[in-house]
């Protein structure tokens, strides 16, 4: 099973951007789909975005489409998540999440791999 680490959360004002990693060791995972999910206190773990993998059809939660963009360089076992117009209720911890294979749904359960999450946090 693969290892995913993220980075790259922090403290970051409204309108303001941010950038996560997730490098992932133990093997390469170029034919994983990766996704990222977050959660914030209270609530259930929200998808925000899946990318196969060849990079084709990136998909995202409603919630951050046309702001957030997934995309993944396979030669150094990274995905990316980068975070634009960021708005308080994006404030959460996020998590990267891996499967071997293509994986259709969106569903935390849909994924076997994850980190330990970064946290986000967005001030008004």
């Known amino acids: 099973q693969v290892q995913l680490v993220e980075s790259g959360g922090g403290l970051v004002q409204a309108g303001g951007s941010l950038r996560l990693s997730c490098a992932a060791s133990?093997?390469?995972?170029?034919?994983?789909?990766m996704a990222w999910f977050r959660q914030a206190p209270g609530k259930e773990r929200e998808f925000v975005a899946k990318?196969?993998?060849?990079?084709?059809?990136?998909r995202y939660g409603d919630s951050v489409k046309g702001r957030f963009t997934i995309s993944r360089d396979n030669a150094k076992n990274t995905v990316y998540l980068q975070m634009n117009s960021l708005k308080p209720e994006d404030t959460a911890v996020y998590y990267c999440?891996?499967?071997?294979?293509?994986?259709?749904?969106?569903?935390?359960?849909?994924?076997?791999?994850w980190g330990q999450g970064t946290q986000v946090t967005v001030s008004s």
């Open positions: 990318i196969v993998y060849s990079g084709a059809s990136p």
């Open positions: 999440a891996g499967q071997t294979g293509l994986v259709l749904g969106a569903r935390p359960t849909d994924f076997g791999s």
């Open positions: 133990g093997r390469s995972f170029s034919r994983d789909t």
